[in-house]
Structure formats: C-alpha cells, structure tokens
C-alpha cells in the first residue's frame, strides 16, 4: 500500500522535477561517502584557468591581510563546475563562499522561485554602495532574475569585427567607408574568390562557425532582437529576429552565399584562419587575446574595427560570452566574500592583469580612463585595442536572464540550420524570399519554447 502511494506521487511529478529529486539523492549519496576535507578560510570556484591564476597570485597578499580566513582557490572545469553547483544548491552539499560562473552556466540557478535561489541577492549592497551607476549598465543583465541582481559582472565583452588588413589593404579596400553590413559585403566581394579554379570558394569575407548558435545570438542582439524581453518572456519569433534570420539564411547559404563555416576554437579552424579562408570574423574583447595567444606568427596582419551596423546610425557592437562572482547563502564569511569580490572585480590593479593577460576589458566605469588600455598592440598592426573595445561599451546590448537560455538559442539555431537547407533548395539567398519561411520556423520554436517553459508552475504564462 505505502509502495503504491509513492509510485503515484512519483508518476504525478514533471520530469524536470524528477531529475532534481534524483539529483539531489545521487549527489548526498556521493557527498556522504566522500572523505570530508576541512573547509577552513574563504573558498572559491573557478571554472577558467586564467581567473584562477590570477587569484591565486592574490592569496599571499590577502593571507597577510586575513590571518585567520586564508583564501582557497579551486578550479573546477567544465560541467563538473555546474554540477557541484547545482547539487549544492538544492541539496545542500557543501558549496564554496564564491563560486564564479559563466552564462551558459546560470540558467538553471533561477529555474524556481526567487527565496530559493542558491546566491544571496546583492541588489542592495549595490545600490548603497553606488556600484550601480559605477558599473557598466547592460552587464547585470544575465545575472538578473525577476529584478534582483545575484551575481557582480566580470566583463563588458564588446564584439568587434576582426579582420585580415594585409589582404584588405592590398586589395586596395578603405574600411573607413564602411558603416553597415551591406556597405561591408559590398566592398569586400571582390574578395570572395576560388583561388585553385577547383570550383569550391577558397575565400570568405566573413566566417563563424555554423554549429555554434553564440554566433546567430551575436547577429540578433546587435539588430535589436533576442530570445526574451526583460520580463523573462520568450520573443523568439519577433519581427525583428525574423527579419534578421532571413538575412542570415542568404548570407550562410543560397547562390550568394558570404560567410564560410570556422570553427575558430579547434587547430584546424585557427590554420584555416592563418591561410586565409576569411577575411573576417566577429570576435569579444577575450577571443582578441585568445587569437594572439593560439596564432602568434599573425602578429601584424589583423586589425580590429567595429562591427559593421544593420543600418545607418545602428549599434556597431555586439556581446558574446559573460561570467559572474557570485556569494552563496551557504557562506559563513559573507562580508569577506563581498571584500574579496570587489577587489578581484573591480580594483585597478585587478582590472590591468585581467586585460594583460586576456584583453578583457574591465565593467567598472571608474578603470575606464587607465593608460593600458590606450597601448599599442603590436598583434593587431599597432591598434588600441583596450581603448577600441571600450569605445563600443556602452552600446553593448542586454541579454535578459532566463533558465530556458540554453533551449531557446538551440532552438533559434536549428530553424536557421532549416532556413539554410531552404535557400540551397530553392536556389536563393535573397532574404525577402526566405523571410516567410523563416518566420514560420521560428514561430514552430516559439511554441516549442513556450511549452517547455509552461511545465514550469514558476515561470508558466508564456505565451506563444
């Protein structure tokens, strides 16, 4: 009898809410097992090995400062990072004061309600202290849920186009005169070419890589559009992101495709890059420093410029990418923690070896006016890259937070991998001609999401 009774509680439960449960239980199991380290000082998570360097450079000097809260700094990678998380915050595992984490990471963070949210609510402390006019406006926003802010933003991440000036000035092209996109495919057509006779185009002017759906969000933000508007309500099928998507499905595909298919992040993407295969791609302040680091010998042959602009006097940025620091409610050093954040996130000192070492460029305003950031880079051709990316700051687009992130830009990308396969057979890349069908496949992940999203009692209204 007692089986039965929770057999049928058991079939009343959503997946998604089973999937917790069992989470929770194989999480204590493993935990309770475990040999429990001690957890003296202030502790915090890192999933990127450069943040945690350049943390553990900090311990010694705040050890001498915090004799009795010695700071532990532990890189978790990867998914592993999100599981510990997650397992921690809902069934009460042991979880680290901070624990820093990126975008992708944070959804399902605010996937209940506001009380049960696993980082404390740092709106206030913000507020009294001024940090919210001191600090880059749009990057709160994904760590932004229902209005109240969890996490300290850790960058702008402004996206500038990054682009092959040897091949460009050769060809005799002026950047200078391009404003928007079409004046950029215009101008560097010439460009476009099948340099073996083989029949198979050998040169881009532009690439991203197609499997990667941050791409397509890049696109969309810079136009105007989005997956959600600030309520957290999806927005998948506006007129805006159709408009968009029919002109991304001409560019990627068609008679007149422009955009080849990199995948700049493997060995292979960045050779093909070295050799030439795009005259350009879209890039945020990190991957500038991560494309110096992974193609040394290129050192003098790119140049950054803002992006082109959907239309004249449109916004030339974009944003790709986000990490935040995050205080746990399970903390038992919540002030120190709030000290330790500020310093690592906000302090000059922190912000000038951040940007050394990647070219991430710090959210508080007040760092904005140090000289590092006017410095010539020599890997691009003599640039200020520093003072360029911060140049485009302010206008770097919002990205309203949501547990249904992930779904939404999986579900945006694949009805673009749909749009592309309409324009090959139908023998077009004109957007005016794919714009129906586009707005008929975002309208299906519209639905989708919307379904999705009502099987949540906390999140459950969304309209399709």
């Given at each position: 009898m007692v089986c039965h009774?929770?057999?049928?509680?058991?079939?009343?439960?959503?997946?998604?809410?089973?999937?917790?449960?069992?989470?929770?239980?194989?999480?204590?199991?493993?935990?309770?097992?475990?040999p429990v380290a001690p957890h003296d000082g202030l502790q915090i998570w890192v999933g990127d090995g450069n943040h945690a360097m350049l943390y553990r450079a900090l311990a010694p000097e705040w050890n001498r400062r915090h004799p009795d809260l010695p700071l532990r700094v532990s890189l978790i990678v990867g998914p592993a990072l999100q599981s510990r998380m997650l397992s921690g915050f809902y069934s009460g595992t042991?979880?680290?004061?901070?624990?820093?984490?990126e975008r992708g990471q944070i959804g399902q963070v605010f996937a209940g309600p506001l009380e049960d949210i696993g980082f404390a609510d740092l709106s206030d402390r913000l507020a009294q202290e001024g940090l919210l006019a001191k600090i880059n406006t749009s990057?709160?926003?994904?760590?932004?849920?229902?209005?109240?802010?969890?996490?300290?933003?850790h960058d702008v991440h402004p996206v500038m186009l990054i682009y092959r000036a040897d091949l460009v000035e050769a060809a005799g092209i002026d950047v200078g005169q391009i404003e928007t996109w079409a004046d950029y495919f215009r101008l560097m057509r010439p460009l476009l070419k099948d340099l073996d006779g083989d029949g198979y185009i050998d040169r881009y002017p532009l690439t991203v890589s197609l499997t990667n759906p941050f791409f397509s969000e890049i696109f969309l933000l810079q136009?105007?559009?989005?997956?959600?508007?600030p309520a957290g309500h999806p927005t998948l099928n506006s007129a805006t992101n159709v408009r968009i998507?029919?002109?991304?499905?001409?560019?990627?595909?068609?008679?007149d495709r422009m955009i080849g298919d990199v995948n700049m992040?493997?060995?292979?993407?960045?050779?093909?890059?070295?050799?030439?295969?795009?005259?350009?791609?879209?890039?945020?302040?990190?991957?500038?420093?991560?494309?110096?680091?992974?193609?040394?010998?290129?050192?003098?042959?790119?140049?950054?410029?803002?992006?082109?602009?959907?239309?004249?006097?449109?916004?030339?940025?974009?944003?790709?990418?986000g990490t935040m620091l995050g205080i746990t409610k399970a903390s038992k050093h919540p002030e120190a923690a709030w000290e330790l954040a500020k310093y690592l996130y906000?302090?000059?000192?922190?912000?000038?070896?951040?940007?050394?070492?990647?070219?991430?460029?710090?959210?508080?305003?007040?760092?904005w006016s140090q000289t590092y950031y006017d410095q010539p880079d020599p890997y691009y051709s003599g640039q200020p890259v520093g003072r360029m990316c911060l140049q485009q700051a302010p206008d770097v687009p919002t990205r309203p937070a949501s547990p249904y992130f992930s779904s939404a830009?999986?579900?945006v990308n694949s009805a673009l991998n749909q749009l592309m396969q309409v324009a090959d057979r139908s023998a077009t890349s004109d957007p005016a001609k794919l714009e129906p069908d586009a707005r008929r496949l975002l309208d299906q992940a519209q639905r989708d999401l919307v379904a999705q999203m009502n099987r949540n009692v906390f999140l459950a209204g969304a309209k399709p």
């Amino acid at each position: 009898m007692v089986c039965h009774f929770f057999a049928e509680i058991v079939r009343s439960l959503s997946p998604g809410i089973c999937f917790v449960l069992g989470l929770g239980v194989v999480s204590a199991t493993i935990v309770a097992l475990l040999p429990v380290a001690p957890h003296d000082g202030l502790q915090i998570w890192v999933g990127d090995g450069n943040h945690a360097m350049l943390y553990r450079a900090l311990a010694p000097e705040w050890n001498r400062r915090h004799p009795d809260l010695p700071l532990r700094v532990s890189l978790i990678v990867g998914p592993a990072l999100q599981s510990r998380m997650l397992s921690g915050f809902y069934s009460g595992t042991p979880v680290a004061d901070l624990i820093e984490v990126e975008r992708g990471q944070i959804g399902q963070v605010f996937a209940g309600p506001l009380e049960d949210i696993g980082f404390a609510d740092l709106s206030d402390r913000l507020a009294q202290e001024g940090l919210l006019a001191k600090i880059n406006t749009s990057s709160f926003s994904p760590w932004t849920s229902r209005g109240h802010i969890f996490g300290l933003p850790h960058d702008v991440h402004p996206v500038m186009l990054i682009y092959r000036a040897d091949l460009v000035e050769a060809a005799g092209i002026d950047v200078g005169q391009i404003e928007t996109w079409a004046d950029y495919f215009r101008l560097m057509r010439p460009l476009l070419k099948d340099l073996d006779g083989d029949g198979y185009i050998d040169r881009y002017p532009l690439t991203v890589s197609l499997t990667n759906p941050f791409f397509s969000e890049i696109f969309l933000l810079q136009g105007g559009g989005g997956y959600f508007d600030p309520a957290g309500h999806p927005t998948l099928n506006s007129a805006t992101n159709v408009r968009i998507l029919a002109q991304l499905g001409g560019w990627y595909a068609g008679p007149d495709r422009m955009i080849g298919d990199v995948n700049m992040y493997t060995g292979s993407g960045l050779r093909q890059l070295g050799e030439g295969y795009a005259i350009a791609l879209p890039g945020a302040d990190w991957y500038l420093g991560s494309l110096s680091v992974s193609l040394p010998k290129m050192a003098g042959k790119f140049k950054i410029m803002p992006l082109p602009a959907w239309a004249k006097g449109g916004r030339r940025t974009s944003v790709n990418g986000g990490t935040m620091l995050g205080i746990t409610k399970a903390s038992k050093h919540p002030e120190a923690a709030w000290e330790l954040a500020k310093y690592l996130y906000f302090s000059p000192v922190m912000a000038r070896r951040l940007f050394e070492l990647t070219h991430i460029v710090s959210p508080m305003k007040t760092n904005w006016s140090q000289t590092y950031y006017d410095q010539p880079d020599p890997y691009y051709s003599g640039q200020p890259v520093g003072r360029m990316c911060l140049q485009q700051a302010p206008d770097v687009p919002t990205r309203p937070a949501s547990p249904y992130f992930s779904s939404a830009i999986q579900l945006v990308n694949s009805a673009l991998n749909q749009l592309m396969q309409v324009a090959d057979r139908s023998a077009t890349s004109d957007p005016a001609k794919l714009e129906p069908d586009a707005r008929r496949l975002l309208d299906q992940a519209q639905r989708d999401l919307v379904a999705q999203m009502n099987r949540n009692v906390f999140l459950a209204g969304a309209k399709p």
